[in-house]
């Protein structure tokens, strides 16, 4: 079983037999799959409700995909050395479209996108928050403790407790995001983050200067 369906198996797994890993003590009913749909590779989901989170002009002549894990140390480190200048030299100015897709490959990076994703308008922001603070909510100890500091992040970002809990304890949600992340992984064979698909040809990480030197002359 290769990484991608196994993680997708486990998220499913534990959804079903418990919910979302949310704190028992949070004081939320974890949302539940229906009966015989625990079988990642057997459950058919329809993953076309999932919105792609995007930068830049539609029309632009470049398009990166970048295919990054919250709690991957190297994801953060790209989003506080390398992503600013990205956005202000090619995203901003319309010379690349930018999309961003998270990766699961564990339980937190999971509850990290749940959050990000509650306010759609915010993503970005909350993507923000979610790197700038990584070395401290990954390291906050049981699982209860890291939710609750995903919680505060997404409270600083400005949702309320009600749609914060509304949108950790959707199964629904979450299910269809393990089966769109698996379809992208595995078309563009993604192994490990960050990953970046630039005009279809797939990249691992790389510094400012290497990154803007493949755009430039994708460019010319």
């Known amino acids: 079983?290769?990484?991608?369906?196994?993680?997708?198996?486990l998220a499913i797994a534990l959804i079903a037999g418990g919910g979302l890993w949310i704190s028992q003590n949070s004081g939320t009913t974890p949302a539940e799959l229906p009966s015989g749909a625990a079988n990642a590779q057997e459950a058919?989901?329809?993953?076309?409700?999932?919105?792609?989170?995007?930068?830049g002009q539609e029309d632009a002549p470049v398009e990166v995909i970048e295919y990054a894990s919250f709690t991957c140390p190297h994801c953060a480190t790209f989003h506080s050395t390398v992503y600013d200048q990205l956005k202000a030299n090619y995203i901003d100015t319309g010379k690349i479209k930018f999309t961003y897709r998270e990766v699961y490959f564990d339980k937190y990076g999971m509850w990290a996108s749940m959050i990000a994703r509650c306010e759609p308008s915010k993503f970005f922001g909350i993507t923000d928050l979610i790197y700038k603070g990584q070395s401290e909510w990954?390291?906050?100890?049981?699982?209860?403790?890291?939710?609750?500091?995903?919680?505060?992040?997404?409270?600083?970002?400005?949702?309320?407790?009600?749609?914060?809990e509304s949108c950790l304890t959707d199964g629904d949600k979450l299910r269809t995001l393990v089966a769109w992340y698996q379809e992208n992984a595995t078309a563009d064979d993604v192994q490990s983050t960050p990953t970046f698909i630039i005009d279809g040809q797939k990249y691992s990480n790389m510094n400012y200067a290497d990154f803007s030197a493949i755009l430039d002359e994708k460019l010319d």
Request: hydrophobic share 50%.
């Open 138 to 164: 990954v390291r906050a100890g049981a699982d209860g403790a890291i939710a609750d500091e995903l919680r505060k992040i997404g409270l600083i970002a400005g949702l309320d407790k009600d749609q914060l």
């Open 1 to 9: 079983m290769n990484r991608m369906i196994a993680v997708a198996a």
């Open 44 to 55: 058919e989901v329809d993953t076309s409700t999932v919105q792609d989170m995007v930068l």
